[in-house]
């Protein structure tokens, strides 16, 4: 474009005429910014900094025929209108095998991230895949998003997805074996219960207080119903029962066997009819000890409830995608408390009746008292790493496990011996057979 000379000379001349020497610069840009006038079907104007704004065709260059014009940058225009380019009107040497790039690194897509180079322009990147749980949803984005806490990144790392949630469920086949193992063992327990309230007088019943018997299979199956709690959505109901309940029984369940154990020690240590321990034998002494205990274990299941309960929780963190639902046991050291309560009253037994295993009678219960207290110190001390290494359902599976078979090892050890004397060796229900060869003193 060609503009006449003369033309801006008359329209800037009276302005140039009255021009200061010292500020004639920004009074002739002052002035050039009120030209505005049209030329050849173009407006001519200045703008603030007292340049014209450009206007530039596009140049296709086609060695050797020349070049053709295949668009124009028009600065005065629009913003969005001043590019125009005819991409139909492109003619490339036959040497490009590619529409050539302006960057040096491709697009980066949806589930990656723009990580610059160091060293290179910014034009020159590479495209990482965004972390597990974040994600990108649009072209060349430099940072991921992070996905919420309860969803995660799809394969693709380009939308959040929900967590899979997990907790060991009834509909889940490891919750339901574990339920109906459960089930089975508390009918076994009510079996037994029913066929020494028929056999409420027999000799092998009233062996070794058969009050306490009545007391530690009620004590069972409570135990294994109790297990039937750590299956199944975690609310704030079952969490708070579920370790003080099991607890509880346990607990009453270890000293009744302590406190059999203790009337086995007092009967064959009465040798005379008129002996001290016989009358205390005789009494309700064993009771007692079974309720002291039990008091001690309440006492810390309520300071724990009150102080800091156990409630429902999440964690996010152990397998990746998913969501376990679990009971937080809210004090540490309260459950720890708890299961080395259960755990002295334990291994009390087992010591006492390892003690007396060689008392003389035909039918030693202190025996089978020493085996069922080495099963239950066994599983329970196997369990201990077991369920600090274990994580999501298992965890849970693992301790009921822990509770069913340390209770049928007490239920099998104590009471099966005398159901088969009950119910195939009825000969040997005879008060001959449980009187001691020494001492002759019942037991």
Request: glycine share 4%; proline share 5%; charged share 15%.
């Amino acid at each position: 474009m060609i503009i006449d000379i003369c033309t801006v000379q008359q329209l800037v001349a009276p302005a140039a005429s009255s021009l200061q020497p010292s500020n004639h610069v920004e009074q002739l840009r002052h002035y050039l910014q009120n030209v505005h006038f049209s030329l050849l079907s173009d407006t001519i104007y200045f703008d603030e900094a007292g340049s014209r704004p450009g206007y530039y065709d596009i140049v296709n260059w086609i060695f050797p025929d020349g070049h053709t014009v295949i668009g124009n940058f028009n600065a005065s225009a629009p913003e969005k209108d001043q590019l125009f380019i005819n991409t139909t009107a492109f003619q490339w040497n036959q040497k490009f095998t590619k529409f050539p790039r302006s960057t040096c690194s491709d697009t980066c897509h949806s589930g990656y991230r723009k990580s610059t180079r160091e060293g290179e322009p910014s034009c020159c990147y590479d495209c990482v895949l965004c972390s597990e749980g974040e994600i990108t949803n649009a072209t060349d984005m430099e940072a991921c998003i992070l996905c919420p806490e309860d969803q995660w990144s799809n394969q693709g790392r380009d939308t959040c997805i929900p967590r899979i949630v997990e907790f060991l469920s009834y509909e889940d086949p490891l919750g339901a074996a574990l339920a109906a193992v459960a089930v089975v063992l508390a009918v076994i327990t009510v079996l037994v219960l029913g066929l020494f309230t028929l056999n409420w007088d027999s000799p092998v019943v009233r062996a070794n207080n058969r009050d306490l018997s009545f007391l530690l299979l009620i004590a069972l199956m409570l135990s294994f119903f109790c297990s039937l709690l750590f299956i199944g959505y975690p609310g704030k109901t079952t969490c708070k029962l579920r370790q003080t309940v099991f607890g509880l029984f346990f607990t009453i369940a270890a000293s009744s066997v302590l406190a059999k154990t203790i009337t086995v020690i007092i009967a064959f240590k009465a040798t005379k009819p008129d002996s001290k321990l016989k009358k205390i034998l005789r009494t309700s002494m064993s009771f007692c000890f079974v309720l002291v205990c039990s008091l001690g274990q309440a006492v810390i299941c309520t300071v724990w409830l009150i102080t800091s309960p156990p409630y429902p929780d999440y964690d996010t963190q152990s397998i990746t995608g998913k969501m376990i639902l679990k009971c937080n046991e809210g004090s540490p050291i309260a459950f720890y408390i708890v299961v080395s309560y259960l755990g002295v009253l334990a291994a009390l037994s087992f010591l006492v009746a390892f003690a007396v295993r060689k008392v003389p009678d035909r039918y030693n219960e202190a025996q089978m008292i020493t085996f069922s207290m080495l099963v239950f110190c066994s599983v329970w001390i196997t369990f201990v790493p077991a369920y600090l290494s274990s994580n999501s359902k298992y965890m849970v599976a693992l301790e009921i496990f822990a509770i069913l078979t340390s209770s049928s090892g007490i239920l099998g050890c104590i009471f099966f011996p005398k159901c088969y004397i009950i119910m195939l060796r009825p000969e040997l229900n005879t008060k001959g057979n449980f009187i001691t060869k020494d001492t002759n003193i019942k037991t």
